[in-house]
């Protein structure tokens, strides 16, 4: 069954640390986001990608960066992890854009910053 | 400031009785509403959606209701059941995708 993968579950970094968060999707999905969640904030969009070498910046995209070298991978980056980055981060990926492209999420990376 | 609110962090119901969630919009762009289901430790997962030219579309106990003068939508679940119990998003975009957002959720606790 195709699906979308994250790793790791959970990690802990220190502060000024470079982490990277891998997604993996086997749709065939052009598209792909990643989101954090915090409470009273709900989901907000970081950076998102319409296909191979395309990425854009969303609401929440400072301190972060994403790549995509093929349509299954959008890894995540934290430059330099802030204590302000502990989050639980969802990558997701949809078929399309709009009406009746629903996006599929990953189970979730669980980040804290000490 | 936030395009989509959901201004009731929780909600507690009744098992057998109807629920009701709550999300206003802003932004007079958006064309497209959708709800998310999400239970602790796992992704959301997409539950129905409404295009603005539709006010009403309903899936077996789900049925979202869209008012766009009000620029107002809510999710019906009847009957509730335990399973229900979860934190639902609403979220928003344009026809094609743009400028999507997602609510700050409710937190939904079906009692037996």
């Known amino acids: 069954d195709a699906e979308i993968t994250q790793s790791p579950r959970h990690k802990i970094t220190e502060t000024g640390r470079q982490v990277t968060l891998a997604c993996h999707q086997t749709?065939?999905?052009?598209?792909m986001f990643w989101y954090r969640q915090d409470l009273g904030h709900g989901l907000r969009l970081i950076h998102y990608s319409y296909g191979v070498q395309d990425t854009n910046k969303g609401e929440v995209s400072d301190g972060y960066s994403v790549s995509r070298s093929n349509t299954e991978d959008l890894p995540l980056t934290l430059e330099s992890a802030a204590s302000s980055q502990t989050s639980v981060y969802f990558c997701a990926s949809s078929l399309g854009r709009g009406m009746g492209y629903e996006q599929y999420f990953g189970p979730g990376t669980r980040l804290t910053v000490t | 400031d936030q395009q989509v609110k959901q201004n009731s962090p929780s909600l507690s119901v009744q098992e057998g009785r109807i629920s009701i969630l709550n999300c206003d919009y802003t932004n007079s762009m958006f064309d497209y509403f959708l709800w998310y289901k999400k239970y602790p430790a796992e992704g959301p997962t997409f539950l129905i959606s409404i295009s603005s030219i539709k006010d009403k579309n309903e899936d077996g106990r789900f049925t979202v209701f869209l008012n766009k003068s009000a620029k107002h939508l809510s999710l019906h679940i009847v009957p509730s059941q335990p399973g229900d119990s979860a934190v639902y998003f609403c979220a928003a975009s344009g026809t094609y995708g743009q400028n999507f957002v997602f609510g700050p959720g409710t937190r939904l606790s079906v009692l037996p």
């Open positions: 749709w065939n999905h052009n598209n």
